[in-house]
């Protein structure tokens, strides 16, 4: 194929025809060529790694090559196999090769060091200990404020259940030694199980002043029947 400098150059060629099924003929044609440093382009996935990709004839030879200085790892033969045998990963000569059957008859291979897979999973590694080296600490702190501050509010419910249990209910619920969130949308499993003791604190407080009140009111009135029933008899005896 010649450019417009008349200069021979290799390349590729995909042709695509569209055919008329009532009349069997050609409609159109259309025809796209690349050229040697435009597949080259296409096959250099990044020239900073040693990565290379070539495309592989049947006979063996490579037609192109991401690297200026390509020896095939892998032959034709063992190219086939591989793609024949659905195991397009192949291990040769410390090199990852990864197969790949056009629709030509042609193999696009691409070769991998082994030393830079390796490189590149300890490099992995790395930020991965690193960064779990950097979180298990934070999270470790995130962990024991959690827990302190759950202790503590734990702490301060059964020391005012205790309180209660020995009967001192002088305490005022507003003054309560547990404190909780001013609002609701922030309260924790723990915060409405105060609410509910503090709840119950202070019913039983009223049930016990209701029950203090009954009793006294009883007393007075047995008194003032006790009374009435003596001072006829004192008033006779007079």
């Not at 924790?188 to 105060?194: G, Q, W």
């Amino acid at each position: 194929i010649f450019d417009n400098t008349r200069t021979p150059k290799n390349g590729i060629a995909c042709c695509r025809a569209q055919v008329n099924h009532i009349t069997g003929t050609v409609d159109y044609a259309f025809l796209i060529f690349l050229n040697e440093d435009e597949l080259l382009k296409i096959l250099n996935y990044s020239s900073s790694t040693p990565i290379n990709t070539y495309i592989l004839s049947q006979s063996g030879a490579i037609i192109v090559s991401s690297s200026p200085k390509t020896d095939p790892h892998i032959t034709a033969e063992a190219a086939k196999e591989s793609v024949s045998n659905s195991n397009r990963i192949r291990t040769v000569s410390h090199y990852v090769c990864y197969c790949l059957s056009l629709s030509n008859g042609w193999y696009q291979i691409t070769e991998i060091p082994e030393a830079y897979i390796f490189k590149s999973t300890l490099g992995i590694i790395k930020w991965i200990l690193l960064s779990l080296l950097l979180f298990i600490p934070l999270i470790t702190i995130i962990i024991l404020y959690i827990v302190r501050r759950l202790s503590f509010k734990i702490s301060n419910l059964s020391s005012a259940m205790n309180h209660y249990q020995l009967g001192d209910f002088s305490n005022n619920e507003k003054d309560s030694i547990y404190k909780l969130p001013e609002s609701p949308s922030d309260f924790d499993e723990v915060d409405y199980l105060c609410l509910s003791f503090e709840n119950m604190q202070h019913s039983i407080k009223t049930n016990l002043n209701s029950i203090v009140e009954y009793k006294i009111r009883e007393e007075r009135l047995k008194y003032q029947l006790l009374q009435s029933q003596i001072n006829p008899h004192f008033l006779y005896n007079i």
